[in-house]
């Protein structure tokens, strides 16, 4: 349970200035609630309990035990009642750390597991629903960071803070109805002095709040260079060369850049933080205690027993309201820093399910890209121009090119991972947009350039999900099979359970740049649903041999696909059923090989270009 006093020296954010923003700070704050009531109903209720029994046991002590106390003295009487009191006081106390005990030991790490699951699983759905170009904007990418990193942390601080809100307010109204029983000067003294701190709090916490945004830049920046010492996708160049040294001067200059923006921020913080103090410390404090002592020597306007009551109900009012404010800040902090959360979990893709939308035919299709032309958000180029291409089913087509020349994106307009921005794409005549998307995709099995193999296992790096029944398994076996891996792998102790890389599991296996492409091309043998292959560059990690091995291979597991190759190496072109050279974007050649061949253009000049380089290369 966090400090009740509310002081928890985390950032204090302040309250934006205009009406609405106000509102979008409470709607953040009640987002996250319900997050959580969601994940753990039970969760959110004991912990509004236990904070407003700890606030409860204050009053108890210091209000109506005092009092109980000082009427004895007066009154000369026997300390019994009292002492009767005083033992159920502390046997309330006893359940109080009893209760509190069983809730931080035993009840919250089990609550918290819970809620981080659902936490997560909800921010992961979401990345998964993300279009593929936000995670080339580098603003949404920061959002999902901070969303992804203070998930959990903040669903945590925004429940303590509604929870000691909630018990301090309660706390506040017995304070405020006894001292208004006796002095009800003393209630707007304290408020002025706590509205004036509140205020200073704003101003203070905006200026906090600013230097974290823009600081944000500088932070990932850090974290990208920190990242390159312990992957082990760094470690060979690192060690090859010198290239760390660059880094490392983005390094110092991004901690510098942090530097600058903490100092220019945080000297007005803590200048604001004096004077908060003398709103509170000395304006409620002095002013208040000095009213009622002041009034009790001079007119005897009170029983001893009504000043020790007034002065302890003004001093908890006081510390109150000061851990009030203190809460206030941190319900601005949150508010605004669930911004992210909310924003992060509420985004709309602009590619997304349609329940309604038309079913996909099963079984062979017919694609037709007619005056595609496509550009990334924010670019002021097109990178594809008038693309048209006609693809009937079962055909082997080949998009051909040097690097850059639009050969991926073109693929990932077909599996609909962008929408083009001009022309449309169709897929048995209909546009593909008008397909409801999960139906779409599967549509496709793919290899990509860039693949990326998990920390899995085998069977589940090649299934892309875990085996469900005997009958994946085989799939995937056979699968590895038809990629040439199964040698590397049917003498493994734990054969296709066999984890890869050593992240879960010191026992885990690192396998070649080779072997991996392998494993990433028995995908799409293992998608035997799937009509159309999608194979980027499949080859370019493997010898000669192992690429004629391979293609062999996907030619016979693809039978009755249609299949798409994409390569700069134009030995895999050969054989195509028709073959599209791109440069800068744009179609500027196609047929069959022998037909460009003939026509001794550009893919005839960089057929034999590439010919003559593999010949030197077997003769060396």
């Not at 502390?90 to 790490?109: E, K, Q, V």
């Not at 991004?254 to 007005?268: C, E, G, M, P, S």
């Not at 002041?294 to 309201?321: E, H, K, P, W």
């Not at 991996?516 to 980027?536: G, H, Y």
Request: net charge neutral.
């Amino acid at each position: 349970m966090a400090d009740l006093s509310g002081n928890r020296g985390i950032s204090k954010i302040g309250l934006p200035k205009k009406g609405g923003q106000k509102l979008k700070i409470i709607k953040n704050n009640i987002y996250i609630l319900r997050l959580l009531w969601k994940a753990s109903p039970s969760r959110v209720i004991l912990n509004l309990s236990i904070y407003l029994i700890w606030r409860m046991n204050g009053i108890l002590y210091n209000i109506f035990l005092m009092r109980q106390i000082m009427k004895a003295i007066e009154n000369d009487a026997g300390m019994t009642h009292v002492m009767i009191i005083l033992g159920l006081i502390l046997a309330y106390s006893l359940t109080a750390s009893i209760f509190n005990n069983w809730f931080n030991n035993y009840y919250i790490p089990r609550s918290d597991a819970v809620i981080q699951e659902y936490l997560f699983s909800r921010v992961y759905q979401k990345a998964v629903e993300c279009d593929l170009a936000c995670y080339e904007n580098p603003e949404f990418y920061d959002k999902y960071t901070r969303a992804n990193s203070e998930l959990m942390t903040r669903g945590a601080t925004v429940l303590d803070n509604l929870s000691n809100m909630a018990a301090i307010f309660t706390t506040m109204l017995v304070c405020v109805c006894v001292i208004l029983r006796w002095e009800p000067a003393a209630v707007p003294i304290v408020a002025v002095c706590a509205v004036g701190a509140t205020l200073i709090d704003k101003k203070r916490a905006s200026k906090r709040y600013d230097a974290m945004k823009e600081a944000t830049p500088y932070v990932r920046q850090c974290d990208y260079v920190k990242r390159t010492l312990y992957l082990a996708d760094y470690a060979k160049e690192i060690r090859l060369g010198k290239i760390f040294f660059p880094l490392l001067s983005y390094f110092d200059e991004a901690v510098k850049r942090q530097l600058d923006i903490n100092h220019k921020h945080y000297t007005i913080v803590g200048a604001l933080r004096v004077l908060r103090e003398v709103f509170m410390s000395i304006g409620a404090y002095l002013a208040v205690q000095g009213l009622i002592v002041y009034r009790y020597i001079a007119f005897r306007a009170y029983d001893l027993s009504d000043v020790v009551t007034i002065i302890n109900a003004a001093g908890t009012l006081q510390s109150s309201i000061y851990s009030f404010t203190w809460n206030l800040s941190d319900f601005m902090d949150n508010g605004l820093y669930a911004e992210n959360i909310r924003e992060f979990l509420e985004y709309e893709p602009k590619i997304k399910e349609d329940e309604n939308a038309k079913p996909v035919k099963k079984g062979a299709n017919h694609i037709t890209l007619k005056n595609v032309s496509f550009r990334y958000e924010g670019r002021d180029n097109d990178i594809l121009k008038n693309i048209n291409i006609d693809i009937p089913p079962g055909r082997k087509i080949a998009f051909v090119g040097h690097n850059g020349a639009g050969k991926t994106t073109l693929a990932k307009l077909l599996m609909r991972l962008y929408d083009v921005t001009g022309g449309e794409i169709l897929l048995d005549g209909t546009d593909i947009r008008d397909y409801r998307l999960s139906e779409y995709r599967k549509v496709y099995s793919a290899v990509f350039q860039d693949f990326k193999i998990f920390a899995s296992t085998i069977a589940e790096n090649v299934l892309l999900h875990p085996p469900e029944n005997d009958e994946d398994r085989e799939r995937a076996i056979q699968a590895v099979k038809d990629s040439g891996l199964y040698s590397r792998t049917e003498h493994l102790e734990k054969g296709m359970d066999t984890l890869l890389t050593k992240e879960f599991d010191d026992d885990g296996i690192i396998m070649s740049g080779g072997e991996f492409q392998k494993l990433a091309v028995a995908r799409v043998f293992a998608n035997k649903n799937s009509s159309v292959a999608i194979l980027d560059e499949p080859s370019s990690a493997l010898d000669p041999i192992s690429e004629y091995e391979i293609f062999e291979n996907m030619i016979d597991a693809c039978r009755g696909k249609t299949v798409i190759f994409i390569s700069h190496r134009l030995s895999s072109a050969v054989i195509a059923d028709k073959i599209y050279m791109l440069e800068k974007g744009e179609i500027i050649e196609e047929g069959s090989h022998r037909e460009l061949m003939e026509k001794n253009g550009k893919y005839a000049e960089m057929f034999k270009m590439q010919s003559e380089k593999y010949r030197r290369d077997g003769g060396d």
